[in-house]
């Protein structure tokens, strides 16, 4: 993505922070909704493998949507200050 220094550049990149949020937030959703249907998926004898990995997978995939906010604020904060730096060389 080509960085634009004025104003409407700024605004731009703001609107397709918030589409890959969004796409983000789906994919996230979708997969543990498959997940949560894999582990309680109890009529198919799965060898014991592949039981531990869905579980250690569904254990660390449960961490990612708390660095999902830190990540938002960060790069809106970049944004801010570029949009700052815009107004500052005028």
């Known amino acids: 993505m080509k960085m634009k220094l004025n104003k409407k550049g700024v605004f731009d990149q703001l609107s397709a922070l918030g589409i890959g ?5 789906i994919t996230l959703i979708v997969v543990f909704l498959i997940l949560a249907q894999l582990a309680a998926n109890t009529s198919v004898v799965a060898d014991g ?5 869905v579980t250690t997978l569904t254990a660390a995939a449960e961490d990612i949507p708390g660095w999902v906010p830190i990540v938002v604020v960060v790069v809106i904060g970049a944004l801010l200050i ?3 730096a815009v107004f500052r060389r005028r």
């Open 49 to 53: 493998n592949a039981t531990a990995a």
């Open 82 to 84: 570029g949009l700052i």
């Open 21 to 25: 949020l969004v796409a983000l937030a």
